[in-house]
Nanobody
Framework: QVQLVESGGGLVQAGGSLRLSCAAS????????MGWFRQGPGKGREFVAV????????HYADSVKGRFTISRDNAKNTVYLQMNSLKLEDTAIYYC?????????????????WGQGTQVTVSS
């Protein structure tokens, strides 16, 4: 079983950048598709990005395409989310999630393993 711990959140001004990390424990990390989701104030959990186990296949939500980059380092059991050109509406708790699948799920109910989340706040 994989366990996930996110880090890297914080307060940043609009237009700035942050890099989130999600460290995984467990021997099978490289078998998992890894996703990032977020939940803003008063909103439901929203898909952000997903990366396949190999890193070759990636999918982004339209709202972050061109600004966010997901990547992974299987040797370090870590997945990253580089967030550039941050906007006020990017403010949310960001979660990473894992699914033992070759597919690239974009809905939260298809992920069984979740981290505790890290807060990202974008100020004007």
């Amino acid at each position: 079983q994989v366990q996930l711990v996110e880090s890297g959140g914080g307060l940043v001004q609009a237009g700035g950048s942050l890099r989130l990390s999600c460290a995984a424990s467990g021997r099978s990390f490289s078998n998992y598709a890894m996703g990032w989701f977020r939940q803003g104030p008063g909103k439901g959990r929203e898909f952000v990005a997903v990366i396949s186990w190999s890193g070759r296949n990636i999918h982004y939500a339209d709202s972050v395409k061109g600004r966010f980059t997901i990547s992974r380092d299987n040797a370090k059991n870590t997945v990253y989310l580089q967030m550039n050109s941050l906007k006020l509406e990017d403010t949310a708790i960001y979660y990473c999630a894992a699914r033992d699948s070759a597919l690239l799920p974009t809905t939260s109910d298809l992920y069984a393993i979740w981290g505790q989340g890290t807060q990202v706040t974008v100020s004007s």
